[in-house]
């Protein structure tokens, strides 16, 4: 699998190391709708940069998945104050799967990470499964592996559009509210 071999193709933890403006405006994003006490998950979150960046502002209860198990033992290495953060070497199906109902109050992910889930899994499904709050998220809703039809994804699993921007010619930012609780829980 790629991803689970990508420190030799190319996209290596080292390469999501520094917060670039992409991962700085998903932070910002973050920042407006999560509280510092929130539970809080990345979703394939290579070496958790954007967790390490939420930890230095004072953010605590923050969890991470990646595939690349590289990058997960290495983020304590790189982040040394991500050493209370729970991340867990997973794929999204796998991690997605066994969380609980609403547990987590925020949800995020930058760009590719959704994109290249097989779009036989339910991701948008889960991820609003195991989500109290906000689900916040950068994607490029035409050009990606698995084609979803995202806006549509959003509505049918419980979320509400509450800010929609272009970022630049192909991401777009979504913050999206969960609006009601299908899920027991």
Known sequence: ???????????????FIKMDELS???KKEIGI???????ILDICCSVGRILNSLCEDKYFNLHGF???????????KVFPKLKNAVLTCSSAEEYLSSR??????I??????????????????????RVTKKYFICLIDENGHA????????FQK??????????????LTMFVLKKIKNSFNG
């Open 1 to 15: 699998m790629y991803w689970k071999n990508s420190e030799n193709v190319g996209h290596g933890y080292n390469n």
């Open 146 to 153: 698995y084609p979803r039809f995202s806006r549509y994804e």
């Open 33 to 39: 709708y999560a509280e510092k006490n929130d539970k």
């Open 66 to 76: 990646d595939i690349n198990k590289t990058a997960i033992i290495q983020s304590i």
């Open 100 to 105: 609980a109902n609403n547990e987590f109050d």
């Open 157 to 170: 699993n419980c979320f509400t559009i509450l800010k929609c921007y272009k970022v630049n010619n192909s």
């Open 24 to 26: 700085l405006l998903l």
């Open 107 to 128: 949800t995020f992910s930058l760009s590719a990470s959704l994109e290249l889930i097989p779009s036989h899994y339910p991701v948008l499904r889960e991820i609003s």
